[in-house]
C-alpha cells in the first residue's frame, strides 16, 4: 500500500499566517492526491481534488501543489475558521491511503 | 442534493459482527459512482474500508479484507457494511460516502455524518 505522511502533524499559526502543509507519498502517484478538511465531530470536508483543483465553493486562500511523490496544501491567509485538522489522500491506486493528519491550532 | 446517512447499532460485541446500512437520497445508486466506507477512530486518522459499484463490484482494504464484506440494493438504494470478529480496535466513527470520479478509484465529497460504533462487552 501507498503511504502517505504528512508533515507537520501539527502547528500553531496566527490570524492572516501564510500556512504550508507537505504530504508525501512512499511512490509515484500522479496527481491523483486530494485535501480534507477536518472540524471536531464532523464528516472531512473536500478542498482539493486531482492535486490542484479546488472544489467548488472552497475559498480561493486555499491551495494545492504538487506531483509524482510531493504535495502541498497552502493556505494563503489563515482564517479563524480554518483552524481544523487536514488530511491528504491518493486514489491513484487500491488501497486507498489518507495521510496521518496535520491540526491547524490557534497561536 | 445528494445525502447519504449511516444507521446500524452502536454498540457491538466483541467477535460479533458489526452491521451498517448508508442509505442514499437524491442520487440512485445505479445510475454510477464507487461508493465507500472510511472509518476513524476516536481521536486517530481516517482509514478506507473499501468501496462498491452499483454492479457489485468490489475493492477492499487487504488490511481488513478477510473480515469485510460490502454489498449494495439498489432497489432500496443502499449499501452495507459488515465487519466480522470485530474486536476494541473497530471502535471508530464510520462513515459513508460517494466517490467523485469516472474511474475506480477517487476522491470523496458526499459524506454521511457518520455513527459511532464501540466494540464492548
Known amino acids: ?107 | 442534493q445528494v445525502q447519504l446517512q449511516e444507521s446500524g447499532p452502536g454498540l457491538v460485541k466483541p467477535s460479533e459482527t458489526l452491521s451498517l446500512t448508508c442509505a442514499v437520497s437524491g442520487y440512485s445508486i445505479s445510475s454510477g459512482y464507487y461508493w465507500g466506507w472510511i472509518r476513524q477512530p476516536p481521536g486517530k486518522g481516517l482509514e478506507w474500508i473499501g468501496s462498491i459499484y452499483h454492479s457489485g463490484s468490489t475493492y477492499y482494504n487487504p488490511s481488513l479484507k478477510s473480515r469485510v464484506t460490502i454489498s449494495v440494493d439498489t432497489s432500496k438504494n443502499q449499501f452495507s457494511l459488515k465487519l466480522s470478529s470485530v474486536t476494541a480496535a473497530d471502535t471508530a466513527v464510520y462513515y459513508c460516502a460517494r466517490q467523485e470520479s469516472p474511474y475506480s478509484s477517487g476522491w470523496y465529497y458526499y459524506w454521511g455524518q457518520g455513527t459511532l460504533v464501540t466494540v464492548s462487552s
Not at chain 1, 39 to 53: E, F, T
Not at chain 1, 60 to 71: A, N, V
Not at chain 1, 90 to 101: A, C, E, I, L, R
Open chain 1, 1 to 107: 500500500a501507498i503511504q502517505l505522511t504528512q508533515s507537520p502533524s501539527s502547528l500553531s499559526a496566527s490570524v492572516g499566517d501564510r500556512v504550508t502543509i507537505t504530504c508525501r507519498a512512499s511512490q509515484g502517484i500522479s496527481s491523483a492526491l486530494a485535501w480534507y478538511q477536518q472540524k471536531p465531530g464532523k464528516a472531512p470536508k473536500l478542498l482539493i481534488y486531482d492535486a490542484s483543483s479546488l472544489e467548488s465553493g472552497v475559498p480561493s486562500r486555499f491551495s494545492g501543489s504538487g506531483s509524482g511523490t510531493d504535495f502541498t496544501l497552502t493556505i494563503s491567509s489563515l482564517q479563524p475558521e480554518d483552524f481544523a485538522t487536514y488530511y491528504c489522500q491518493q486514489f491513484n491506486s487500491y488501497p486507498q491511503t489518507f495521510g496521518g493528519g496535520t491540526k491547524v491550532e490557534i497561536k
